[in-house]
């Protein structure tokens, strides 16, 4: 199984509701990835989780909050969120760097997000 | 900031000619990869090539690597509709402690192949 797995595929807010986008893979990478992009734009990224350890924060506001309950599920919770985070947001996985395999990122295939 | 700047930023061209994609990078890198993106959909990757090569290939696609220049480029073959996309190149110079690795992505090419 080479796929990562996004639900849902399209989630309209409101700037008070809380709502959470989630991961999934079973390829037993030990790495995975949120990215947010907006139109014709490239993918910047948010958080690296390592390990089911935060790695990386890419100075995220706290209204996204990321979370990883084990190695195949990342999840990532919004919180009053702002019409500018409005967005593709990108769930990646990819093998562990530290053994030296595979930097290739595998990507979903997003969760359109509408925020009013 | 934008590690890799493309060009062309968009680029139509008729099904059967090749189509070339340029990306330029500023600081040392492990390795280059080019990803794909469908209209809003996820990246698909398509090749890495490692700092030390200077060309590679896998079917239809033909990437080269300048390392002194700091610059790449992806060449499709024999173009076809189904290769109307969004074509990313991603750099990889940046190790992280805890694990897994951090792309940073190029502006894109938007390429349409039209019949």
């Known amino acids: 199984d080479t796929e990562v797995t996004q639900t849902p595929k399209h989630l309209v807010m409101g700037m008070t509701n809380k709502k959470s986008l989630k991961c999934e893979q079973h390829?037993?990478?030990?790495?995975m990835y949120w990215y947010k992009q907006k139109a014709k734009k490239p993918p910047e990224l948010m958080f690296v989780?390592?390990?089911?350890?935060?790695?990386i924060n890419e100075s995220v506001p706290s209204r996204f909050s990321p979370e990883c309950p084990n190695s195949s599920l990342l999840n990532l919770h919004l919180h009053a969120l702002q019409p500018e985070d409005s967005a593709l947001y990108l769930c990646?996985?990819?093998?562990?760097?530290?053994?030296?395999?595979?930097?290739?990122?595998?990507f979903g295939p997003g969760t359109r997000l509408l925020v009013l | 900031s934008q590690q890799g700047e493309e060009d062309p930023q968009a680029l139509s061209i008729q099904e059967g000619e090749n189509a070339t994609m340029n990306c330029s990078y500023k600081t040392s890198i492990n390795n280059l990869q080019w990803y794909r993106q469908n209209s809003g959909r996820g990246l698909v990757h398509l090749i890495l090539i490692r700092s030390n090569e200077r060309e590679k290939h896998s079917g239809r696609l033909r990437v080269t690597l300048d390392t002194s220049k700091k610059s790449s480029s992806l060449l499709i073959t024999a173009s076809r509709a189904a290769d109307t996309a969004s074509y990313f190149c991603a750099t990889d110079g940046f190790v992280l402690t805890g694990g897994g690795n951090k792309l940073t992505f190029g502006t894109g090419t938007q390429l349409k192949v039209e019949l």
């Open positions: 390829m037993g990478h030990r790495a």
């Open positions: 989780y390592s390990y089911e350890k935060l790695s």
């Open positions: 990646a996985s990819s093998q562990d760097w530290a053994t030296g395999l595979q930097e290739t990122q595998y």
